[in-house]
């Protein structure tokens, strides 16, 4: 008899008393950094760096299914074919996101983002003028965490980003009309469960 009156004080309460802290709203920072360097000398290496903001929560009470929003700035520093001269790319990436935990303990998740518009900003060293770009962006995201403490998790991730700039700014005097980047960046981060 008491375990017919306990059954039915949980279903009133909602599914919510029987959450795993792992399924809960949460949110992370990570940063990622991928080096190719041509030659020995700095300015022949090409460096692409990722800082990542994310913010999830439960989608109808699931405790697999999460919708967020991510914020990623990847900053690309790259030779300009002067031996004084670097070229840097910083793109800003405000993305809708929906991710998926695959496993019991919410250790493993996939996650698909993505945004009509985006923008990023191209300068070259001792030039005072900037080119604006304008485009459309996608990113996925296979993550790994690790829990530090009840409310705490350290995560490691392989980012797969691709963007599609297809505006420029008035001002720019490029004579590109579009162009496109791809990216796979390794990262590592921190996340807090609420």
């Not at 009156?5 to 809960?24: K, M, N, R």
């Not at 020995?40 to 460096?47: C, V």
């Not at 790259?78 to 001269?85: F, L």
């Amino acid at each position: 008899m008491a375990t017919w009156w306990y059954c039915i004080f949980l279903t009133a309460l909602g599914t919510g008393a029987l959450t795993p802290v792992w399924a809960s709203t949460h949110m992370g920072l990570a940063v990622g950094l991928v080096q190719d360097s041509r030659s020995t000398s700095s300015k022949d290496t090409l460096q692409n760096t990722l800082i990542d903001g994310y913010l999830f929560t439960p989608l109808f009470k699931t405790k697999s299914f999460f919708l967020g929003a991510e914020y990623m700035m990847i900053t690309t520093s790259m030779p300009n074919g002067a031996d004084d001269q670097t070229a840097s790319l910083v793109a800003n990436n405000p993305m809708m996101a929906l991710k998926l935990n695959f496993d019991r303990g919410g250790a493993f998740s996939v996650s698909v983002m993505g945004s009509p518009t985006v923008s990023a900003t191209y300068n070259v060293t001792g030039s005072v003028a900037n080119d604006t770009w304008t485009g459309q962006a996608f990113a996925g995201k296979f993550a790994y965490s690790a829990e530090i403490s009840s409310s705490w998790r350290v995560a490691t991730s392989i980012t797969y980003f691709s963007a599609s700039y297809t505006t420029k700014s008035s001002t720019s005097t490029s004579t590109l009309t579009s162009f496109s980047r791809t990216l796979l960046i390794p990262s590592l981060g921190l996340e807090v469960y609420f």
